[in-house]
C-alpha cells in the first residue's frame, strides 16, 4: 500500500514558478511510474508529466519546455517544477503512482494523492 501527498500548491502570478513535491509512504516507491495529473473546473483530467522507473520522462504537449518532472528516490519524492506558469495552467494538480501491469491495461496498483491547487492570476 502506497499513501501519497501532494504540496506545494497556491496563488503565482503569471510568468511566476512553483514546485510541487508528492511524498510517498509504503514501499516500493522506486518501481513506480509517477504521474502528475491536473484538472480545472469543468475540464477532463489531464496527464501533465511521467516518470518511468528508469527516470524517463514524458509531457503534454501543453508543458513542454516548462515543466520538470523529477524524483528523489531515497526521500520517496516526485517532484514538478512549473516555470513560465499561465492562467491556463491553474487546477488541482494530482499525483498518480502505478505499477507496469497498470501501466500496461492490467489490474495493477494505481495510487492517487488529494491534489494541491495551483492559481496562476495577476
Known amino acids: 500500500q502506497v499513501q501519497l501527498a501532494e504540496s506545494g500548491g497556491g496563488l503565482v502570478q503569471p510568468g511566476g514558478s512553483l514546485r510541487l513535491s508528492c511524498a510517498a509512504s509504503g514501499s516500493g516507491f522506486s518501481l513506480y511510474f509517477m504521474r502528475w495529473y491536473r484538472q480545472a473546473p469543468g475540464k477532463q483530467r489531464e496527464l501533465v508529466a511521467t516518470?518511468?522507473?528508469?527516470?524517463?520522462?514524458t509531457y503534454a504537449d501543453s508543458v513542454k519546455g516548462r515543466f520538470t518532472i523529477s524524483r528523489d528516490k531515497p526521500k520517496n519524492t516526485v517532484y514538478l517544477q512549473m516555470n513560465s506558469l499561465m492562467p491556463e495552467d491553474t487546477a488541482n494538480y494530482y499525483c498518480?503512482?502505478?505499477?507496469?501491469?497498470?501501466?500496461?491495461?492490467?489490474?495493477?496498483?494505481?495510487?492517487w494523492g488529494q491534489g494541491t491547487q495551483v492559481t496562476v492570476s495577476s
Open positions: 498518480n503512482a502505478v505499477d507496469y501491469r497498470t501501466m500496461r491495461g492490467m489490474t495493477g496498483d494505481d495510487y
Open positions: 516518470i518511468t522507473p528508469g527516470d524517463s520522462t
